[in-house]
């Protein structure tokens, strides 16, 4: 990767900010660049309708991950959520395996909500199923309120919030 500040001016957004945060995440793990198999990337969702249509959906990010691949000198992993909807899924399949390892009991049914900007469900059935789904919005809606009426981003801290 080495003078990465070069490439990440090159590349045109969106792409900079995913090759501008893979650096300080490698150095903070104390891996070696050449530990790095390969960047997981889906970009920024634009659109996204599972199942719309003609039962399969769609949905489009906004990425090159041949062009991430080349900036960054690292093997790219993308487009999770077209393969994910082409399997019948809902465009997330990597949150559900994730709560799958750290959170499945063998034997218990468990729920899992991630509230992201969209809220994602997980469902760790005893059998050993795992279903995994968008449930509605999450802190997106806030998020906005948020801009529009404090100019800020987010309500950082949860300090807007904590006035009651």
Sequence with gaps: MGSSSTRIRAA??????????????IAESAAREAEVSAIGAHGQTVRHRPHAFDGTGYTVQLLNGHL?????????VC???GRDLAAGGQGAPLVPAFHAALFGRAGEDIGVLNLGGIGNLTL?????VVLG?????????????CETHCGQRF??????????
């Design 12 to 25: 045109p957004l969106p792409f900079w900010k995913p090759i501008a945060t893979t650096w300080p995440v």
């Design 68 to 76: 991430l691949a080349e900036l960054a000198g690292i093997d790219v």
């Design 79 to 81: 487009d999770f959520r």
């Design 124 to 128: 760790l059935a005893a059998s050993g």
């Design 133 to 145: 789904f968008d449930c509605g919005p999450g802190n997106a809606l806030m998020d906005e309120w």
């Design 155 to 164: 309500d950082e801290g949860g300090r807007w919030a904590s006035g009651g």
